[in-house]
C-alpha cells in the first residue's frame, strides 16, 4: 500500500503513521511479524530533475513493489517554503533492496534492467539504490539520485562548410541493472553532427576502454579512434557515483584529437584520412 501526497512532511508523517498502524498489528499481536512502515524521503531531489520515476521494492520472500509512475514534485506549505515529499509502503520486516529510476522512460523492461536497444543512445537516467535491513517498525530513507550516464560531447574542427559526415560510438556494454550496475551488449549509435561540427552521444556506464568512435560517409567508415582509451587516458573514472561528461574535439588540420574531462586535458595525434 502506498501513501502519496504533497503535504508538509510533518503533517504527512503523523497522517501516514497512523494509517499504517491503524492498519498494521494490535498490541496483543507478535509485532515481530507486523510490516515495517518504510518512506523515502525525496526532500532532497530537485523536483525538475525527479518530476516523473518509477520506484521497485523487492525482498528474498518474493515480496515486489512497484510503481512506474510517481511524482516527486515537492509540497509547499501556507508560507510558500518547499517541504518535500515523502512516499510510504508498508514491506516486509527483512532485507529489502530499493531502487529508484529518473529518465529511463521506455528504456525500462520487465526484468528491472534499463535495456537499450541497438541504435539508441543511453537514455539520461538518474538512479538511487540501496540494501536495507528492516527490523524496525518504521524506516526512512533519504533519496539521492546519481547521474548514471556520461554525455560526449564531440566537436570536429573544420572549415565553414557544413559538414558531411557521420559519427558512430559503439560500445559492449547497453543496459543498466537496478542496482547501478551495467551489463554487457552491443551498443552502437549514431548522430550527424550539427553545421557547426557539434553533436552529443550520452553512453551507459563502462567496464572496459572498448569504446569506438566512428567517422562515416554513408556506409563506408573513414576513421575509427580509441575512444574509450582516449578517454582513460584522461583519468575518467567511470565508477564514480555521479558520471562527468567529457568534452572530444577532432581537429583535422592539424591531425589532433583533444580529450576533456573535468580539469584535465589531453592531446593525440593522428594520421589525417579525410
Known amino acids: 500500500m502506498a501513501f502519496k501526497g504533497n503535504l508538509p512532511s510533518r503533517v504527512l508523517i503523523t497522517a501516514l503513521m497512523a494509517v499504517a498502524f491503524g492498519q498494521g498489528c494490535s498490541i496483543k499481536e507478535d509485532r515481530a511479524l507486523c510490516p515495517c512502515s518504510f518512506f523515502l524521503d525525496f526532500s532532497g531531489v530537485d523536483p525538475e530533475l525527479a518530476e516523473m520515476s518509477e520506484i521497485r521494492i523487492e525482498a528474498a520472500d518474493g515480496f515486489l513493489y512497484y510503481d512506474p509512475e510517481v511524482s516527486f514534485k515537492a509540497g509547499q506549505d501556507k508560507s510558500g517554503s518547499a ?3 515523502l512516499y510510504g509502503v508498508s514491506v516486509p520486516k527483512t532485507s529489502v533492496s530499493v531502487s529508484v529510476i529518473n529518465g529511463a522512460g521506455a528504456f525500462s523492461s520487465s526484468d528491472s534492467r534499463i535495456l537499450i536497444p541497438l541504435g539508441e543512445e543511453c537514455p539520461p537516467v538518474y538512479m538511487h539504490y540501496s540494501k536495507l535491513d528492516l527490523q524496525a517498525e518504521t524506516y526512512r530513507e533519504l533519496v539521492v539520485l546519481h547521474k548514471d550516464f556520461c554525455t560526449i560531447n564531440i566537436r570536429m574542427l573544420k572549415d565553414d562548410s557544413p559538414y558531411p559526415f557521420d559519427v558512430t560510438v559503439t560500445g559492449n556494454i547497453n543496459s543498466i541493472n537496478e542496482d547501478r550496475t551495467v551489463s554487457p551488449g552491443d551498443f552502437s549509435f549514431t548522430v550527424t553532427p550539427q ?49 562527468d561528461d567529457v568534452d572530444i574535439s577532432i581537429d583535422y588540420a592539424h591531425a589532433e584529437i583533444h580529450v576533456v574531462v573535468s580539469d584535465w586535458s589531453g592531446s593525440y595525434e593522428f594520421d589525417v584520412v579525410i
Open 83 to 85: 517541504e518535500g515529499f
Open 195 to 243: 553545421p557547426d561540427g557539434t553533436a552529443g552521444v550520452r553512453v551507459p556506464r563502462q567496464t572496459d576502454n572498448s569504446l569506438m568512435l566512428l567517422i562515416r560517409e554513408e556506409d563506408k567508415v573513414l576513421r575509427e579512434f580509441a575512444l574509450g582509451e582516449y578517454i582513460a587516458g584522461a583519468g575518467y573514472d567511470w565508477t564514480a557515483e555521479d558520471l
